[in-house]
């Protein structure tokens, strides 16, 4: 009996192993450049067997969404991509900035240095503006502007 529990439970986590197949960008790239005149069947089921490791750009899926032969490749390939939404970027995406030098970092604390000096006299600042607006269901009375009530 424990063999058969020991079996089902392994059997229960390999399931989702097998389920999908994890894929790079320039991986699915290649994988859709071969779909490329395959039933639209065909290429949603493929798609929809795969999960991304890396987040899609925007104009990176608007050009995959143009190669695609149908509506159900479509669906697929947007689900894929919003599963990525909130993984990082490959690699050859992200556009690094160089660090500044020296003489440009100590400039940076010094700019900083002088907008704490400037901006700390003047806090708080804060201006809040209070609009009320009151509705009434009495129709037989109105309210003048010295909020006294008239009876008509």
Known sequence: MRKWAYLLL????AQPALAAKTVSVEQMEQLLASLQGKPDGKVAQQL???ELTERVSAARLARWET???GSHAHEALIKLADASAFLDPPE???VRDP???NETQQRMLELAVEYVKSTITHLPNFLATRVT???EDSPTTQVAT???P???
Do not use: C
């Open 10 to 13: 392994l059997a229960g986590i």
């Open 48 to 50: 929809g067997d795969l």
């Open 67 to 69: 190669e695609l032969p």
């Open 92 to 94: 050859a995406d992200v």
């Open 99 to 101: 660090e500044p030098d």
């Open 133 to 135: 607006i009151r509705f």
């Open 146 to 148: 010295t909020g006294i």
């Open 150 to 152: 008239v009876m008509t």
